[in-house]
């Protein structure tokens, strides 16, 4: 069910979180001016706006999964929350949230990543898979991710990233306070 | 811009623009070589491929082990596996290192903050430079070291079988704008472009067959054309301008009188199947690389004033200072045979290339500070009326690199960019010339131990379309002449994509 995001009590709601139980990351992945793809560093932008407590870093990070993995391994953080929008088979225009585990993934598979993210390509997958192949992932690491309507290039996106901006707050929101949700899918890519 | 609105930078703006470039080329060129290229020649896919040439490797000595530290090929081999290899490792280091020096100045990489007409936006003091110097210095021995192991690779594979020569050739035909102006010199203005062209420290040039024809940017620019008879565009009909600010006549086709009309369709091997166009210079087809920038300097014999560097005519000599290791003198030579290994081993070379570079205008920019002539920008209005022309010849880790513009009371109206990979990965042109790519991989022989189409991995046409480091994840189609088996293999894979 989208929300509509008109109601700012959310953001005051959000922002007069105390304190962080954790060190954590919010970081969104994706190209800017690709419409619903943008939809990572378009929700970070919005979150640089608000004021949050010490021990939480709102972060860019649509550059590149080796760059991105070495900035990790210079900051021990205990979470991570990446924002997404990737095209799966789900409803356009639905958010979706998974936590990440590192898994077996085939050095074959890692390597192709890393060839994408040298030719300039920026995605959340290749990022988990480079990130998580060299260990620079916290266990508990998760991505809110929406499924995206409109996919060409250019700035008009759709109403989903401003719709579902409410709901990425709300699911943020209980991640911060230890309130992470148990049945959820846990992707394992091998 | 510069071009276009008489905008001439202060002189510590073009010597920090200069190590902004260097320090992107110092964390290009070893991704590409030990990341992106390099696990081709890995232990991992050698002894898959091709399983008697890593037995050769176990037991052939290295040439250069005082410079690289291994004592056999196939410990280099296994030191470049992909992911695990540390050489893999430590270049995905250095290109970290490079990134930090570069962000000191660019505020960030990529897409930096300070680069703008006129200069740049950094403020320069004595802290940066020296953050930048602790950095940049770590290259030296890197740099040694890299072209120490491009060189035994190189020489492993042409003596185990000399049909390796023959990986990745084409014709010795190239382009490179030049790039890292001299500040004495660049005046930004189209009208003297052969003289601040010429004292770049890459000098621009075209090579046919070999020789180096010119070195005269103007030259540059007026052959060159752009075809799209095989590309996903409509042609266009409108000249706007027949001839250059100069005078000289242009082509219809050339970037100043292109219109970009994209016409998406069915891929048609005969007809249109590629979203490149067809650059050509004097009608010929041309490659381009950061390996352009080191034969046209070498062959050139114009740098400007260099305390690292010696143009000899067939020879690029580069005195990398002491640092760890001691200091020693490389020296690239113009190359008698053209082919993937040739540009790698180029590539290796513009490592120590770019950073002697960098040390040169690191050096200036000290010397500039000590006076006070910190300015890094020129300030500038843009008339809001008239038509104005400009053209950038810059170079991306890659190579060749042109920005053409055409502004019409205050707004652009046509922007035309010419990337390394757009001429790399042209398709045929009106004139039936394959590009690049297209070209290599037809002459590339077939070295690689199979038994049948099943077991075919192709490595041999992957080393030659990653020789020159496409600047995208692309995929090759291999036909067979009259036959329709296509063979499909993405690039952006390492070779371990094979198995």
């Known amino acids: 069910m989208i929300k509509i995001a008109t109601d700012e009590s959310d953001f005051l709601t959000l922002g007069k979180i105390e304190k962080i139980d954790k060190r954590t990351l919010v970081a969104g992945v994706g190209h800017r001016f690709w419409q619903d793809y943008s939809a990572g560093p378009a929700w970070i932008d919005r979150m640089k706006e608000i004021d949050w407590p010490e021990g939480l870093d709102v972060e860019d990070y649509s550059f590149g999964a080796l760059a991105m993995t070495q900035n990790l391994q210079d900051v021990d953080y205990q979470r991570i929350v990446f924002l997404s929008a990737e095209a799966r088979g789900r409803q356009p225009g639905t958010l979706h949230w998974y936590r990440y585990a590192a898994g077996e993934e085939s050095p074959e598979r890692v390597q192709a990543y890393v060839g994408e993210s040298g030719g300039g390509v920026v995605a959340i997958d290749p990022l988990l898979s480079i990130a998580g192949h060299f260990g620079v992932l916290p266990p508990e690491t998760w991505v809110i991710e929406l499924e995206p309507i409109a996919t060409k290039w250019g700035d008009e996106e759709s109403r989903a990233i401003e719709a579902n901006f409410s709901e990425v707050l709300q699911r943020m929101r209980r991640l911060l306070s230890g309130d992470a949700p148990t049945k959820v899918e846990v992707r394992r890519d091998a | ?499």
Request: hydrophobic share 35%; aromatic share 10%; proline share 8%.
């Open chain 2, 1 to 499: 811009m510069e071009i276009c609105f008489d905008i001439v930078p202060p002189p510590m703006g073009i010597a920090v623009r200069n190590m902004l470039l260097a320090l992107e080329y110092l964390y290009d060129h070893p991704l590409h070589l030990f990341l992106l290229a390099g696990p081709d020649y890995s232990q991992m896919i050698v002894e898959e491929t091709n399983p008697g040439l890593w037995q050769r490797a176990q037991k052939t000595a290295t040439r250069h082990g005082d410079a690289h530290g291994f004592k056999t090929m196939g410990e280099i081999m296994t030191d470049m596996n992909p992911l695990t290899g540390k050489l893999y490792v430590e270049a995905m280091h250095m290109t970290r290192v490079a990134r930090e020096a570069y962000s000191l100045l660019g505020g960030k990489y990529p897409h930096p903050e300070t680069i703008v007409p006129g200069g740049v936006s950094t403020t320069i003091n004595l802290q940066v430079l020296n953050q930048v110097f602790t950095r940049l210095k770590q290259f030296f021995d890197y740099s040694r070291k890299v072209v120490a192991i491009w060189e035994d690779i190189t020489a492993f594979f042409y003596e185990a079988d000399p049909l390796y020569r023959k990986t990745g050739t084409r014709p010795k035909t190239m382009v490179d704008t030049g790039v890292w102006d001299d500040p004495g010199t660049y005046d930004a203005s189209y009208k003297n472009l052969n003289t601040w062209g010429n004292n770049r420290w890459a000098t621009p040039g075209v090579v046919i067959d070999g020789e180096l024809v010119t070195t005269r940017l103007q030259d540059l620019n007026i052959g060159l054309e752009e075809f799209v008879e095989h590309s996903y565009y409509e042609p266009w009909t409108k000249m706007p301008y027949p001839t250059d600010p100069l005078g000289s006549p242009l082509s219809p086709h050339h970037p100043w009188n292109k219109d970009t009309i994209p016409k998406p369709g069915k891929q048609n091997w005969k007809e249109r199947y590629s979203w490149s166009t067809s650059p050509r210079w004097d009608r010929k087809v041309f490659e381009a690389g950061a390996y352009c920038r080191v034969w046209n300097t070498a062959a050139a014999k114009k740098l400007p004033f260099t305390r690292f560097l010696e143009s000899t005519g067939s020879s690029l000599k580069i005195l990398v200072p002491e640092a760890g290791m001691a200091e020693s003198l490389l020296e690239w030579k113009i190359p008698q045979d053209w082919n993937a290994f040739e540009r790698n081993r180029g590539r290796a070379y513009c490592i120590p290339f770019s950073a002697m570079v960098a040390m040169d205008n690191w050096m200036m920019a000290m010397d500039l500070l000590k006076q006070g002539k910190t300015d890094v920008s020129t300030k500038f209005d843009l008339p809001r009326k008239g038509t104005q022309l400009g053209v950038g010849f810059w170079g991306a880790g890659r190579g060749f690199l042109t920005h053409h513009m055409e502004v019409e009371d205050g707004a652009i109206k046509n922007y035309q960019i010419d990337t390394p990979s757009t001429v790399n990965a042209s398709p045929r042109d009106p004139m039936g010339q394959p590009g690049p790519y297209e070209e290599a991989v037809a002459n590339t022989p077939i070295l690689e131990e199979f038994d049948g189409p099943d077991s075919f991995k192709g490595i041999d046409i992957l080393r030659t379309i990653r020789s020159f480091d496409p600047c995208m994840p692309c995929t090759t189609h291999t036909m067979v002449k009259d036959h329709d088996l296509v063979v499909t293999r993405e690039v952006n894979t390492c070779g371990c994509g094979v198995s």
